[in-house]
């Protein structure tokens, strides 16, 4: 049977009960009444916020008044369909945050639902039932088969408990209790019986420690720090060019009125209102394909850092192994052969009760039917006392014998063992525990006769048969997994070599003192939690630790589990995934649930976030490059030339030609990293600045061909100007949807390439027709696209530069740009070579 799991007091029944002011005799109704009204409920604390101030704060902040604010300027202008589209998706972005923040209320109410809703009392002398709310410290209890312990409590009187606390500490067997020991909120009692004392209640139980983890858990999304660094970025430019476009025209006399109306306009183009929308709509569809891969994401924030993620933290119980006791090759002695031995131990089992062990010796029995021909006359069940079972059998000829199995060293004890049989069974024994197996001794008795050893029995929780496979392929794409288990370091440590992830396996508690605050540990604790493969004999609290202690080293961190025990862990990670057959806890606090058996599934998941983050990246690339085009442009050509290069209308069209079909590149082809991926702003903001530099040149250049040798009116030069601005903004994105050159695979989707040919054929028809524009030649036309494909090699030419500056510590990429460089300076490369 399993043991006490590490850290449970140990203190003298009297000392427990004087803490408590209890007395064997429990409390009176009065005494339990006054120490409920001063301690509170034996239930977790509820803090409840209107659900209308929540929802306006999602109103609030940087990104929101950026866009309350461009709504607010279209009001006084009067341009409603703006004002309309804006508040739109202001609205959209806000009903995203505000449904994501009810994970943390549901995580808290699905750790309510485990509780006890009854108990048994002992009050004013008498059993009866109370509600478990009631309950206060120095209650005395009653826990029996089946009963869900209400509050931490200590045993006082009773032969033995079992208790599946598996969901709490993460220990694969039933725990088994004796006088003095502490039994958990929210444990299940398996077996026995016991009298307890209660010590803690409500929030103040291990059940209740954990819970409050969750609550307070939480890793802020990397996601939104890259759309608030990108949207700052476009809102100082918007406003600096603005101003010098305000100050300007009031300097050359202008009306006010039309010169606002038309910065409006400018900065509505420019901020990236939409940007939030399609980022998420990005990651929406995305969440809808890893759900075909049963995998489902609540929230969406998650794919981005699990494309980033390089540590995976991972439960052992149910996660990394089977959560099934499995029988391992019998060691026989007396038994003849090992089919013997089996169906010994078996005989000294008792299916109705349930017992892990006695099941996963029943089931390993090849023939069912040799229990048949014999009869079970008397049965004593495991207690912690004596460590073994033992059972009286007749066989089918009318003869009775005793079978017993149980801890080795007892049912050794029971047999006269010769010094090598002894020695043997000693080595066995030391062997097993050494790889992390349980072993159980078995002995036979004839009559009145002596007990003679029949062999070892050794039992463990295997592996998955994908957990190899999945760990493997997780070190392929970058990722270390560590394992994180309630288990003793033995079990760990052979679980661990058996699945590849190395030896260095240490308990926790050598990292964490008790009662310290986990989430403060030293740097060099952290650094030694970086270096261990894994952790053993772990408590909730160490979980949620360990992945704080992993992100403070600057590691994207997974955390994946299915029980009580890991929610708290699973909230704080960057990416909590809760496996299948999670308890309501795991799943609430979770980032994404697995709904099929296994691990593989991270992996493809990991796949799939990683191309989404590719997607999200090209198009933030391409929305900054746009902007400093547009911007840019606009202000210098009216400082230059004196004249609005484009109307507002045409900033208009602009703006749904280029923004409202950018949706589909959601479904675009996209290069798969083998490394993990961040945003790297230094990347995306220097690339976004060197593409819009070089539109604003190659729009200059094609408006002085306009202007001075093809000598246009105003009306056609805006026009001209308009059509570049189009048809090159799509080019644009297939220049920043890959670090390659752009006709190298990953191809653009169809529907990207579509939805460019259809918005670029409309900008055309508008300049070659008269549509809303002046009309220009249509040999005009030809030379306008002519001009943006030269300019297009220029720009990627450009690109396949900045990255080869910015990216050659990229072991992917380092081959690649390193040609690159070699063909851009051949003089240096001749003289450097690597």
């Given at each position: 049977?399993?043991?006490?799991?590490?850290?449970?007091?140990?203190?003298?029944?009297?000392?427990?009960?004087?803490?408590?002011?209890?007395?064997?005799?429990?409390?009176?109704?009065?005494?339990?009444?006054?120490?409920?009204?001063?301690?509170?409920?034996?239930?977790?604390?509820?803090?409840?916020?209107?659900?209308?101030?929540?929802?306006?704060?999602?109103?609030?902040?940087?990104?929101?008044?950026?866009?309350?604010?461009?709504?607010?300027?279209?009001?006084?202008?009067?341009?409603?369909?703006?004002?309309?589209?804006?508040?739109?998706?202001?609205?959209?972005?806000?009903?995203?945050?505000?449904?994501?923040?009810?994970?943390?209320?549901?995580?808290?109410?699905?750790?309510?639902?485990?509780?006890?809703?009854?108990?048994?009392?002992?009050?004013?002398?008498?059993?009866?039932?109370?509600?478990?709310?009631?309950?206060?410290?120095?209650?005395?209890?009653?826990?029996?088969?089946?009963?869900?312990?209400?509050?931490?409590?200590?045993?006082?009187?009773?032969d033995y408990l079992s208790v599946d606390q598996a969901a709490l500490t993460g220990e694969s067997l039933p725990v088994a209790k004796k006088v003095g020991d502490t039994v958990y909120s929210g444990a299940v009692a398996k077996q026995g019986e016991m009298v307890a004392v209660v010590t803690a209640t409500g929030a103040n139980t291990f059940f209740?420690?954990?819970?409050?983890?969750?609550?307070?858990?939480?890793?802020?999304?990397?996601?939104?720090?890259?759309?608030m660094t990108i949207g700052n970025y476009l809102i100082y430019l918007t406003l600096a060019m603005v101003a010098v476009l305000i100050l300007v025209g009031l300097d050359r006399g202008e009306k006010l009125l039309e010169l606002a109306q038309f910065a409006l306009i400018l900065t509505v183009a420019a901020i990236p209102v939409a940007m939030p929308?399609?980022?998420?709509?990005?990651?929406?569809?995305?969440?809808?394909?890893?759900?075909?891969?049963?995998?489902?994401?609540?929230?969406?924030?998650?794919?981005?850092?699990?494309?980033?993620?390089?540590?995976?933290?991972?439960?052992?119980?149910?996660?990394?192994?089977?959560?099934?006791?499995?029988?391992?090759?019998?060691?026989?002695?007396?038994?003849?052969?090992?089919?013997?031995?089996?169906?010994?131990?078996?005989?000294?089992?008792?299916?109705?009760?349930?017992?892990?062990?006695?099941?996963?010796?029943?089931?390993?029995?090849?023939?069912?039917?040799?229990?048949?021909?014999?009869?079970?006359?008397?049965?004593?069940?495991?207690?912690?006392?004596?460590?073994?079972?033992?059972?009286?059998?007749?066989?089918?000829?009318?003869?009775?014998?005793?079978?017993?199995?149980?801890?080795?060293?007892?049912?050794?004890?029971?047999?006269?063992?010769?010094?090598?049989?002894?020695?043997?069974?000693?080595?066995?024994?030391?062997?097993?525990?050494?790889?992390?197996?349980?072993?159980?001794?078995?002995?036979?008795?004839?009559?009145?006769?002596?007990?003679?050893?029949?062999?070892?029995?050794?039992?463990?929780?295997?592996?998955?048969?994908?957990?190899?496979?999945?760990?493997?392929?997780?070190?392929?794409?970058?990722?270390?997994?560590?394992?994180?288990?309630?288990?003793?370091?033995?079990?760990?440590?052979?679980?661990?070599?058996?699945?590849?992830?190395?030896?260095?396996?240490?308990?926790?508690?050598?990292?964490?003192?008790?009662?310290?605050?986990?989430?403060?540990?030293?740097?060099?604790?952290?650094?030694?939690?970086?270096?261990?493969?894994?952790?053993?004999?772990?408590?909730?609290?160490?979980?949620?630790?360990?992945?704080?202690?992993?992100?403070?080293?600057?590691?994207?961190?997974?955390?994946?589990?299915?029980?009580?025990?890991?929610?708290?862990?699973?909230?704080?990670?960057?990416?909590?995934?809760?496996?299948?057959?999670?308890?309501?806890?795991?799943?609430?606090?979770?980032?994404?649930?697995?709904?099929?058996?296994?691990?593989?599934?991270?992996?493809?998941?990991?796949?799939?976030?990683?191309?989404?983050?590719?997607?999200?990246?090209?198009?933030?690339?391409?929305?900054?490059?746009?902007?400093?085009?547009?911007?840019?442009?606009?202000?210098?050509?009216?400082?230059?030339?004196?004249?609005?290069?484009?109307?507002?209308?045409?900033?208009?069209?602009?703006?749904?030609?280029?923004?409202?079909?950018?949706?589909?590149?959601?479904?675009?082809?996209?290069?798969?990293?083998?490394?993990?991926?961040?945003?790297?702003?230094?990347?995306?903001?220097?690339?976004?600045?060197?593409?819009?530099?070089?539109?604003?040149?190659?729009?200059?250049?094609?408006?002085?061909?306009?202007?001075?040798?093809?000598?246009?009116?105003?009306?056609?030069?805006?026009?001209?100007?308009?059509?570049?601005?189009?048809?090159?903004?799509?080019?644009?994105?297939?220049?920043?949807?890959?670090?390659?050159?752009?006709?190298?695979?990953?191809?653009?989707?169809?529907?990207?390439?579509?939805?460019?040919?259809?918005?670029?054929?409309?900008?055309?028809?508008?300049?070659?027709?008269?549509?809303?524009?002046?009309?220009?030649?249509?040999?005009?036309?030809?030379?306008?696209?002519?001009?943006?494909?030269?300019?297009?090699?220029?720009?990627?030419?450009?690109?396949?530069?900045?990255?080869?500056?910015?990216?050659?510590?990229?072991?992917?990429?380092?081959?690649?740009?390193?040609?690159?460089?070699?063909?851009?300076?051949?003089?240096?490369?001749?003289?450097?070579?690597?």
């Amino acid at each position: 049977m399993a043991e006490q799991p590490q850290g449970a007091p140990r203190k003298p029944l009297e000392a427990i009960l004087k803490e408590a002011r209890a007395t064997p005799a429990g409390l009176t109704a009065a005494e339990a009444a006054k120490r409920l009204e001063a301690g509170g409920p034996n239930a977790l604390p509820e803090k409840k916020v209107n659900p209308l101030l929540r929802l306006f704060g999602y109103f609030w902040g940087p990104i929101p008044w950026m866009i309350e604010a461009a709504a607010a300027l279209s009001a006084v202008v009067g341009h409603w369909a703006d004002l309309t589209i804006i508040l739109v998706l202001l609205v959209f972005n806000a009903a995203i945050g505000f449904f994501e923040e009810h994970k943390a209320e549901n995580a808290l109410a699905a750790l309510k639902k485990q509780l006890a809703l009854r108990a048994r009392a002992l009050r004013d002398g008498a059993w009866g039932e109370v509600d478990a709310a009631a309950l206060v410290v120095g209650d005395v209890v009653r826990l029996r088969l089946g009963d869900v312990i209400p509050a931490d409590a200590v045993c006082l009187e009773g032969d033995y408990l079992s208790v599946d606390q598996a969901a709490l500490t993460g220990e694969s067997l039933p725990v088994a209790k004796k006088v003095g020991d502490t039994v958990y909120s929210g444990a299940v009692a398996k077996q026995g019986e016991m009298v307890a004392v209660v010590t803690a209640t409500g929030a103040n139980t291990f059940f209740g420690r954990t819970a409050r983890l969750v609550s307070t858990a939480g890793a802020p999304s990397h996601f939104q720090k890259a759309v608030m660094t990108i949207g700052n970025y476009l809102i100082y430019l918007t406003l600096a060019m603005v101003a010098v476009l305000i100050l300007v025209g009031l300097d050359r006399g202008e009306k006010l009125l039309e010169l606002a109306q038309f910065a409006l306009i400018l900065t509505v183009a420019a901020i990236p209102v939409a940007m939030p929308a399609v980022l998420s709509v990005t990651m929406a569809v995305g969440a809808l394909a890893l759900s075909r891969l049963r995998a489902i994401v609540s929230r969406l924030e998650a794919i981005e850092e699990m494309a980033g993620m390089d540590i995976l933290c991972s439960d052992k119980t149910g996660t990394l192994t089977q959560n099934r006791l499995t029988l391992g090759e019998p060691i026989v002695f007396g038994a003849g052969d090992a089919a013997g031995l089996l169906l010994l131990g078996a005989l000294a089992s008792k299916a109705e009760d349930r017992d892990a062990i006695d099941l996963a010796i029943l089931d390993g029995l090849a023939d069912k039917k040799a229990l048949a021909g014999f009869t079970q006359t008397s049965f004593t069940p495991f207690d912690p006392v004596g460590k073994r079972t033992e059972a009286s059998v007749t066989d089918a000829s009318g003869a009775t014998f005793a079978v017993t199995k149980g801890a080795p060293q007892v049912v050794m004890g029971l047999c006269a063992l010769s010094a090598e049989d002894a020695a043997r069974a000693d080595a066995a024994v030391e062997g097993l525990a050494a790889k992390g197996s349980r072993t159980l001794g078995v002995a036979r008795k004839e009559g009145e006769g002596t007990w003679s050893f029949c062999g070892i029995l050794p039992l463990s929780d295997p592996p998955r048969e994908d957990s190899a496979a999945t760990i493997a392929k997780a070190g392929e794409h970058g990722i270390a997994v560590k394992m994180v288990t309630g288990d003793n370091t033995a079990i760990a440590r052979e679980i661990s070599r058996q699945l590849g992830l190395g030896d260095r396996i240490v308990p926790a508690g050598d990292f964490f003192a008790e009662g310290a605050d986990v989430s403060r540990l030293g740097a060099d604790v952290e650094a030694r939690i970086e270096s261990a493969d894994g952790f053993a004999q772990v408590f909730p609290e160490h979980k949620y630790g360990i992945v704080k202690a992993l992100q403070n080293r600057g590691h994207l961190v997974g955390m994946t589990g299915d029980g009580v025990n890991d929610a708290p862990a699973l909230k704080q990670a960057d990416v909590g995934i809760a496996v299948s057959g999670a308890t309501d806890a795991a799943r609430a606090a979770a980032d994404l649930v697995l709904t099929a058996p296994g691990l593989s599934v991270i992996v493809e998941a990991v796949e799939y976030a990683r191309r989404i983050f590719e997607r999200m990246n090209s198009y933030a690339i391409y929305r900054i490059t746009e902007t400093i085009r547009i911007m840019l442009f606009v202000v210098l050509a009216i400082l230059v030339y004196d004249f609005y290069p484009i109307t507002a209308v045409m900033i208009i069209l602009l703006a749904l030609l280029n923004d409202v079909p950018i949706m589909t590149i959601a479904y675009d082809n996209t290069y798969l990293d083998p490394n993990p991926v961040r945003w790297d702003m230094r990347r995306v903001l220097t690339l976004s600045t060197v593409l819009g530099v070089i539109g604003v040149v190659e729009t200059f250049g094609l408006l002085i061909l306009a202007k001075t040798y093809l000598k246009l009116d105003l009306a056609q030069i805006q026009s001209f100007v308009f059509l570049k601005l189009a048809v090159a903004g799509h080019l644009t994105l297939f220049v920043a949807r890959s670090r390659r050159p752009f006709w190298a695979s990953p191809h653009p989707a169809p529907a990207m390439v579509w939805s460019a040919l259809a918005t670029k054929a409309l900008a055309t028809a508008c300049v070659g027709l008269g549509w809303f524009v002046a009309a220009i030649p249509w040999e005009y036309v030809g030379l306008i696209w002519a001009y943006c494909i030269v300019w297009l090699f220029i720009e990627d030419w450009a690109k396949l530069v900045v990255y080869g500056h910015l990216a050659m510590d990229r072991p992917a990429n380092r081959r690649f740009f390193g040609r690159v460089n070699r063909l851009l300076h051949p003089a240096a490369a001749t003289t450097a070579r690597p």
